[in-house]
């Protein structure tokens, strides 16, 4: 937080998403990309201007500082809309399918974050792990514990960095080490949310974790709660194995479908993100729709846990707001690239193509939409905060062999989202600040 933005231009390849790519009437319209580029910084941490080298070059004052990255592209930061700072250290845990790895797995791992001292170690490596896989914005679960998402808080304040986080709600169909109850969660929650929400680049989410770990009424407790305060956000899990949604209808049988039960409760609205929505059906789809909330695709997750292939065209099709999620630790890889790899497979399995324009808008603009930050986040339109990350295109000897024989920035976007990983993020800036550099430590 002490370091100061200073104003410099960086030099490379710029790219970066105006639109959805699937949106408008050509490809070509949803973006901009320079191939000898270059990004002006103001000493705010915001984006001044962009464009072509030779004609910003010119109208710079002589001195101005000036950073040049051979063969690398900057692209806006990641924006990961959903994973579990908890789970860091459970990632890659073998066997279970959903509900047998919450059970086996999560909520064992989660009872330790009533420990402050213990979640500021581990939200520490979870951001240091973000910003090194170059994501600059997250939407993150803490666990039950207040503590947890204060440990979260104080770690990402410390880094300047977009976050948003809540305590997680869960009050039943848990150990009682990572239960609440309806009156301590809400007591908590505001507690957060009075010290948290809005201070610094921080924002606070209503986090229940799924409907099958809160009674009613602490489901009814959380909508109240939405109501509240201005600004909040509600996250939480939908739609997303078989057995999971069966045991919804046997606690629910009132409710006609998963996404009705939230919605009974005041919890869908356009601040809602839902995480995965592999398994829903057309009303819940037209309602997801109607109601402007977002679920985030997490296809490493869902490959993962064996849950199934999400529909990305029937989402699109609808037009619901649709951005990319890790979800570690269920998730495999922190990286934004290695997710497009699998979400792209995803796609083929379903007989679809994921262009690499349409990727880098799910990981970059579409999660600042998804996030109502994209007057923020998402792009270098001027005025934006300057998260911004840059990617080495020689990370690897094949790296470098394949890039040589790439002909036009579709295929050069293609191969980072394909053979991409946390190699690639050369440097990551967070508010026009350097918190990341490959070859160096994070710091
Ligand atoms: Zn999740």
Known sequence: MSKQSVSHAYRAGIFHCLADPTSTATPEEAYEYYADGILVINDEGKVERLGPADQILPTLPSGFPITTYPNAIITPGFIDTHNHFPQTEMIAAFGEQLLDWLETYTFPTESKFQSLEYAQQVAGVYLDELLRNGTTTAMAFSSVHAESAEALFKEAYQRDMCLITGKVLMDRHAPETVRDTPEAGCTQSRTLIEQWHGKGRLHYAVTPRFAITSTPEQLEAAGHLLKEYDGLYMQTHLSENHKEIAWISELFPERCHYLDVYDHYGLVGPRSVFAHGIHLCEDEIQRLARQDAAISFCPTSNLFLGSGL?????????????????DVGAGTSFSMLQTLNEAYKVTQMRGDKLSPFESFYLATLAGAETLQLDDQLGNFLPGKEADFIVLDLHSTPLMQYRMNNCN???????????LGDDRNIKETFVKGISRHQRDQATH
């Open 408 to 418: 036009n920035v579709f295929e050069t976007l293609f191969v980072l989202c394909i």
């Open 310 to 326: 999400f529909n990305l065209k029937q989402m699109k099709q609808h037009k619901v707001k649709v951005s990319l999620g890790s």
